[in-house]
């Protein structure tokens, strides 16, 4: 499968930004999906992980309650709702395609979008 990561942007704090994951093949509707995330000089961070028919998610303890994963199969997309954005959220945030029930571990991961800059500021 291949990922498209679009929709990041410059935001204030406490604003929102929907970010959205394209893919294209056959395989994308039975893939686990997640969202990482990498800042200048940091490793990079899990944000959230959906299952394959988007009845299940989890997210990373930084951004949970602020934070909504969600697919749409029929369009092979999947979402990331941020919302009550910090500082700190500014990073590069990656998309990831991967046949491992909901881990958050990005070596179980094998198809990677380009990733799309998001920068919130203070």
């Known amino acids: 499968v291949q990922l498209q990561a679009s929709g990041g942007g410059l935001v204030q704090t406490g604003g929102s930004l929907n970010l959205t994951c394209a893919g294209s093949g056959p395989t994308f509707s039975t893939s686990v999906i997640s969202w990482f995330r990498q800042a200048p000089g940091k490793e990079r961070e899990f944000v959230a992980v959906?299952?394959?028919?988007?009845?299940?998610?989890q997210y990373g303890s930084s951004v949970k309650g602020r934070f909504t994963i969600s697919r749409d199969n029929a369009e092979n997309t999947v979402y990331l709702q941020m919302n009550s954005l910090k500082p700190e959220d500014t990073a590069v945030y990656y998309c990831?395609?991967?046949?491992?029930?909901?881990?958050?571990?990005?070596?179980?991961?094998?198809?990677w979008g380009q990733g799309t800059q998001v920068t919130v500021s203070s």
């Open positions: 959906i299952r394959q028919d988007g009845d299940d998610a």
């Open positions: 990831a395609a991967g046949y491992t029930h909901l881990v958050r571990s990005d070596r179980s991961y094998v198809s």
